[in-house]
């Protein structure tokens, strides 16, 4: 169900299943960060860093079947956060598309290439030496972006190309992720940025 959508790199979206229930608020260029994951702490940490490195304000709360596990609230989170990006880029002729980070933490090192084009590919490369991080799976990162990434529209591939400790090389790729998309988001006046005129 969409809430509001002004086409002002602003949107607000909301979604309810037999298994989870999400509202977000997001603004692409810049606001408070509030967000009430159910208990999620680890996956809250990196939608901070997500939303900090790619300068959104962000609103988000997820109630979630939490006692069978955090796959739904997590994939679901993806996929109402995709749908929100989407809709707060209304026809796709504003913005810069493409952006690229590299991101070292301590002995990890993370890379981020992004096209905000309507064409959806996630690709993930990532040997999490640890397979858990607190409670959180790293297995979900992977369902997280691909949710994220089929419902805005984005072409994201995410590398961690090397570490030694699963939560650095996890944060790492968030925070390339996020700086990757504040460049491809920026706003860009003179219509979409493209050969073929529209996106």
């Given at each position: 169900?969409v809430?509001?959508?002004?086409f002002l790199?602003?949107?607000?979206?909301?979604r309810?299943?037999?298994?989870?229930?999400?509202?977000?608020s997001?603004?692409l260029?810049?606001?408070?960060?509030?967000?009430?994951?159910?208990?999620?702490?680890?996956?809250t940490?990196?939608?901070?860093?997500?939303?900090?490195?790619?300068?959104?304000?962000?609103?988000?709360?997820v109630?979630?079947d939490?006692?069978v596990?955090?796959?739904?609230s997590?994939?679901?989170?993806?996929?109402?956060l995709?749908?929100?990006l989407n809709?707060?880029?209304?026809?796709?002729s504003?913005?810069?598309?493409f952006?690229?980070a590299?991101v070292?933490?301590?002995?990890?090192?993370?890379e981020?290439?992004?096209?905000?084009?309507?064409r959806?590919?996630?690709k993930?490369?990532?040997?999490?030496?640890?397979p858990?991080?607190g409670?959180f799976?790293?297995c979900l990162?992977?369902?997280?972006f691909?949710a994220?990434?089929?419902?805005?529209?984005w072409?994201?591939?995410?590398i961690?190309?090397?570490?030694?400790?699963?939560h650095?090389?996890?944060?790492?790729?968030?925070?390339?992720?996020g700086?990757?998309?504040?460049?491809?988001?920026r706003a860009?006046?003179?219509?979409a940025?493209?050969?073929?005129?529209?996106?």
């Amino acid at each position: 169900m969409v809430l509001k959508n002004d086409f002002l790199r602003r949107a607000k979206y909301e979604r309810a299943t037999s298994e989870t229930s999400i509202s977000v608020s997001l603004n692409l260029d810049g606001g408070d960060i509030n967000l009430d994951l159910n208990g999620l702490g680890f996956f809250t940490h990196m939608l901070q860093t997500l939303a900090r490195y790619a300068g959104w304000g962000l609103d988000l709360k997820v109630r979630g079947d939490g006692l069978v596990d955090d796959h739904h609230s997590v994939e679901d989170s993806g996929l109402v956060l995709g749908e929100a990006l989407n809709l707060s880029l209304g026809d796709f002729s504003s913005h810069q598309r493409f952006g690229w980070a590299l991101v070292p933490m301590d002995e990890c090192l993370a890379e981020a290439a992004l096209d905000v084009c309507r064409r959806p590919y996630f690709k993930l490369e990532a040997d999490w030496p640890q397979p858990v991080c607190g409670t959180f799976e790293l297995c979900l990162v992977e369902e997280f972006f691909r949710a994220l990434t089929q419902k805005a529209g984005w072409t994201l591939h995410l590398i961690v190309r090397r570490g030694r400790n699963s939560h650095h090389m996890c944060e790492a790729a968030f925070k390339a992720a996020g700086l990757a998309a504040r460049q491809a988001l920026r706003a860009h006046a003179g219509g979409a940025f493209s050969t073929k005129g529209v996106l």
